[in-house]
């Protein structure tokens, strides 16, 4: 069974860093395509970055420069670097990873249950 714990949200301020965390069980990360998302009050939830199985990796296009994704394969756990923190990156951030048949029926989406991170100026 997927489960998805994400860790290292906070509060700093404008200019600040964090470092978020997406520890796995029940899926290996290195085999699946992953992803951090977050969601403001108000507003949709839009993607953060991916990376795929292959390595790939993607950005939106308000982090491109400031945020890095990377994946530990030993530990399992991918993370979320974010770096010169606007007041607009303030928002719930959720892990995601993608499962694939046959592993599963259908193509499935698993989520972590968020973590706050709060940007003041």
């Known amino acids: 069974q997927v489960h998805l714990v994400e860790s290292g949200g906070g509060s700093v301020q404008a200019g600040g860093s964090l470092k978020l965390s997406c520890a796995a069980s029940?899926?290996?990360?290195?085999?699946?395509?992953m992803g951090w998302y977050r969601q403001a009050p108000g507003k949709e939830r839009e993607m953060v970055s991916s990376?795929?199985?292959?390595?790939?990796?993607t950005y939106g296009d308000s982090v491109k420069g400031r945020f890095a994704i990377s994946l530990d394969n030993y530990k399992n756990i991918v993370y979320l670097q974010m770096n010169s923190l606007k007041t607009e990156d303030t928002a719930v951030y959720y892990c995601?990873?993608?499962?694939?048949?046959?592993?599963?029926?259908?193509?499935?989406?698993?989520w972590g249950q968020g973590t706050q991170v709060t940007v003041s100026s």
């Open positions: 995601s990873v993608r499962v694939y048949p046959p592993v599963v029926v259908t193509t499935t989406d698993y």
């Open positions: 029940g899926v290996i990360f290195s085999r699946n395509g």
């Open positions: 990376i795929t199985d292959d390595g790939t990796t």
